[in-house]
């Protein structure tokens, strides 16, 4: 896969893109990345990106000219441009992996109030990473740069992502690791067990109860069997009881 980044901060992704599983990542080939400052494109001798906005009010906007620069070659290569917007889709696992099957995406990053109208014809998809105003669009690439990333063939091991949270539409349950007893604190018998089938059991009914207290809004749309929904009916009794 490959990545660009649109970004008048590209220091920003130096270190993140060398770090952890996405710069195992790189090292393997799995993904290379490509970081575009529009500066390069900017206007007079100060390379200008931005302007007061026309109608007045407060802050500044990114220049169409710089920006569409710099989107436009990658854009006619093939690329999927996506900008980085708090007006965007928002992202979830789902949109992660279907972005993740991209082979070539362009995250642009916009800065102070955002970006000239005029650049969005030449963007194909806007996504937020949620309701929340961020000084620019590049924690949010590197938010969707690390949830597409370690979802790519080759990463990490498959079975360590297709149970994580939201993989199947539910919280994924609580885990545990040594020591045995902290605290005063036990790990769950059945995790000890080595009875594969009963561990399994116990997960899956863990990430309905927990999906089920924290994110209810979430059973609607997961993918559930008619075990899943008796064990549903269980908890309900069960933390209506606890309530």
């Known amino acids: 896969m490959r990545i660009d980044v649109v970004t008048i901060f590209p220091e920003l992704f130096d270190l993140p893109l060398r770090t952890s599983i996405i710069g195992r990542a790189v090292g393997s080939g799995i993904v290379t990345f490509g970081l575009h400052d529009p500066r390069e494109h900017g206007i007079g001798r100060h390379r200008s990106v931005d302007d007061y906005p026309y109608g007045g009010g407060a802050g500044m ?44 995406l362009v995250l642009v990053c916009g800065r102070y109030e955002g970006v000239d109208e005029r650049v969005r014809s030449v963007i194909d998809r806007e996504v937020s990473i949620g309701d929340v105003v961020l000084t620019g669009g590049e924690l949010p690439a590197l938010v969707v740069i690390d949830a597409v990333v370690r979802i790519l063939p080759g990463a990490i091991t498959a079975e ?59 059973i609607d749309g997961a993918a559930l069997t008619d075990a899943d929904r008796r064990t549903l009916e269980e908890l309900a009794t069960e933390i209506g009881s606890d309530a």
């Open 61 to 104: 906007v990114m220049r169409p000219e710089p920006l569409i620069a710099s989107i436009a070659p990658l854009r006619a290569a093939g690329a999927h441009v996506v900008l980085l917007d708090p007006a965007g889709e928002r992202l979830t696992d789902g949109l992660a992996r279907s972005l993740a099957t991209v082979p070539h």
């Open 160 to 218: 360590s992502h297709e149970h994580d949270s939201f993989a199947d539409g539910l919280l994924e349950g609580p885990q545990y690791t040594r020591p045995e007893s902290f605290a005063g604190m036990d790990v769950p018998p059945v995790l000890l067990s080595g009875n594969h089938g009963e561990v399994d059991r116990w997960r899956r009914r863990e990430a309905l109860r927990r999906t089920l207290e924290r994110r209810p809004d979430l």
